[in-house]
């Protein structure tokens, strides 16, 4: 069975996913959200990210649990991190460590390549990237994290595109601390699956 490519991101309600300067200062990842990301991203069977986000990840994951301040969600992310199997799509990047594979081009084959292998589905992140995946049609899900914000001014997530993209709303679920999630799959025109609340 084909493995699927599922991106996570969080935004602001009116859809920006970094404010001025990129500042994240209003991602709310509280201890239950961060452990609700933990569980959903251990079950993925690799991450793909481009470089700017892999070595923003590297260069905070490899030793966070070593922080002594590092709370115990915070320490079980890197656990996570480490143990999981990487791609990062880069044209530049020459080498890459920790289970990292380096694969250039964001093209369909190189994409059916990634979900052939075995193993749980992709998460895919990185604003950039997810652009190039969109572009192509290459997202299964959406599992977007809609935080109580609206931003005015920032990097939009979605930028303008030449055609709708379909999709069917599978689950919402919505954290104490206002943070809601949205969970969308690609309608390819398959019969729409009800919407579950929890």
Do not use: C
């Amino acid at each position: 069975m084909r493995r699927k490519i599922v991106l996570f991101v969080s935004l602001s309600v009116d859809g920006y996913f970094e404010g001025p300067d990129h500042d994240l200062s209003w991602n709310l990842v509280d201890d239950e959200v961060h452990t609700h990301f933990n569980r959903e991203l251990a079950r993925m069977g690799g991450f793909i990210s481009g470089r700017v986000t892999h070595e923003l990840m590297a260069s905070v994951w490899p030793t966070a649990d070593q922080d002594p301040e590092a709370d115990a969600p915070m320490i079980e992310f890197a656990g996570i991190w480490r143990a999981m199997p990487k791609v990062v799509f880069s044209r530049t990047l020459d080498h890459a460590d920790w289970n990292t594979t380096i694969v250039r081009e964001v093209t369909p084959e190189s994409v059916a390549a990634l979900t052939a292998g075995p193993g749980g589905d992709l998460s895919l992140s990185g604003a950039n990237l997810a652009e190039s995946f969109l572009a192509q049609d290459l997202i299964d899900e959406f599992r977007l994290y809609v935080h109580p914000v609206v931003l005015g001014r920032g990097t939009l997530f979605f930028r303008p595109a030449d055609h709708p993209l379909p999709l069917t709303l599978t689950e919402t679920h919505r954290f104490t601390n206002g943070v809601t999630l949205l969970h969308y799959v690609r309608d390819r025109g398959a019969t729409p699956a009800a919407p579950s609340a929890r």
